[in-house]
């Protein structure tokens, strides 16, 4: 009963700030008109660079498109639902939060009801094209396993990015401002996202599987989306995500137990 009050007020929120969006409707449309040429750069360099290269390290044009339109899917509804989290900053700064811990509905739905980037609907387009590109040009024998897969990544990804952000918010509590090397592990990782993991090297292999699991929705699943192992269980490994996702729920309550009053 609780959760459908939480999942109810949630759905009330996004209401209230799509409404007060499309107040600025040509605002808007310029908005999603600029991001989405912004995340369709990514576009045309990647076709580009694949104008002189036939592959990089065994991965060809499509394989390298499926690979990065799942981590700009998932990194974009991450952005659209999560944002609350980026911006929590300046509500510990002006002493919001300390309305939000009075009142008798869970802090983690107030934050993220405070912020929607409906915005991001321009990277989302600019993923979805890559990706109907990526199946286009890939090689993939697709079965019900796979397309699993491949939803299974995204919804991974998208928990792995959300988790990040509320390291970041969490962060807060303790510094006021966000720490901005956050950015390396949440803009970096949509950036270097491209191309599977493996390229860069066993450093950051290592890096990528036991401090912050991008491994687990990237290169993992792709070797199986790609044929490169038969190994049914890597199709399943971005479900571990959710345990990433419990530890930075762990770190958030730490945090909120040590917050004490910006005093604004």
């Not at 993220?112 to 387009?125: A, D, Q, S, W």
Request: charged share 10%; with cysteine.
């Amino acid at each position: 009963m609780i959760m459908i009050r939480n999942i109810s007020l949630y759905f009330m929120y996004i209401s209230a700030i799509l409404r007060s969006t499309m107040q600025y409707k040509i605002s808007f449309l310029l908005m999603v008109i600029g991001r989405f040429l912004v995340a369709f750069n990514s576009f045309l360099g990647l076709y580009f660079l694949f104008s002189g290269f036939s592959e990089i390290k065994g991965y060809t044009y499509g394989d390298i498109l499926l690979c990065f339109s799942v981590m700009q899917m998932s990194f974009s509804l991450s952005e659209c639902f999560a944002s609350g989290f980026s911006a929590f900053s300046g509500i510990v700064k002006r002493g919001d939060f300390d309305r939000i811990l009075l009142r008798p509905c869970s802090p983690i739905l107030q934050v993220l009801g405070t912020k929607f980037e409906l915005g991001r609907i321009g990277p989302m387009v600019t993923a979805v094209l890559m990706l109907v590109f990526g199946i286009q040009n890939s090689q993939i024998n697709w079965t019900i396993g796979k397309i699993a897969a491949l939803l299974l990544m995204i919804i991974g990804g998208t928990l792995l990015f959300t988790g990040l952000f509320m390291i970041g918010a969490t962060i807060c509590f303790f510094s006021i401002e966000e720490s901005g090397s956050m950015n390396v592990l949440t803009y970096g990782a949509k950036e270097h996202g491209k191309y599977p993991i493996d390229i860069y090297g066993k450093g950051m292999m290592r890096f990528c599987t036991y401090i912050v699991p991008y491994t687990l929705v990237q290169f993992y699943p792709l070797q199986y989306l790609l044929g490169k192992t038969e190994k049914l269980l890597y199709a399943f490994y971005p479900l571990g995500t959710l345990i990433f996702l419990l530890i930075c729920y762990a770190f958030w309550r730490f945090g909120i137990h040590r917050y004490q009053s910006s005093g604004s």
